[in-house]
């Protein structure tokens, strides 16, 4: 190791701490996979009871579905720096859930049109037609789940 690098210690944030940035930041990127090859996306996200959701916008060829399909455990990852004087002084945070991810089904009650445009914000659309988008609601069923800061 060059002895000239520069480190920042980190430490383990408790339960608490981890569900308050959860709570508080609603976007992270999700990571899927399908055999040897990986998808990242950015998503927004909701986080309530120690569950956590995101609603996606579908098309028929939606590569996001076609990867929750073949994923067998999914990474979420939600972070946050603070701009300071110089990278030295950084500060940040980080917090992983990963599990199974799985569509909730459209009987269930967080499919409720009403809650979702209070949880999420607006679906971003590019050239898709409005017509051909369809909701559709996720869980990642958090089986592991940390944090760290410095």
Do not use: C
Not at 20 to 45: C, E, K
Not at 82 to 103: K, Y
């Amino acid at each position: 190791m060059d002895p000239d690098a520069q480190f920042a210690y980190t430490r383990a944030m408790s339960e608490p701490e981890v569900e308050s940035h959860l709570q508080r930041v609603d976007h992270g990127v999700l990571a899927l996979a399908d055999s040897n090859t990986s998808y990242a996306v950015p998503l927004y996200h909701h986080y309530e009871d120690g569950r956590l959701f995101f609603r996606l916008g579908e098309t028929p060829d939606n590569r996001k579905a076609e990867y929750i399909e073949t994923t067998e455990a999914a990474t979420y990852v939600v972070f946050e720096t603070e701009e300071t004087a110089g990278p030295a002084e950084e500060r940040g945070w980080s917090v992983v859930a990963r599990g199974p991810i799985e569509q909730v089904p459209q009987s269930h009650p967080a499919y409720d049109i009403e809650s979702i445009n209070e949880r999420f914000p607006p679906i971003r659309l590019f050239d898709e037609a409005h017509d051909e988008v369809e909701l559709t609601l996720y869980e990642l069923d958090v089986e592991q789940l940390s944090g760290r800061r410095n």
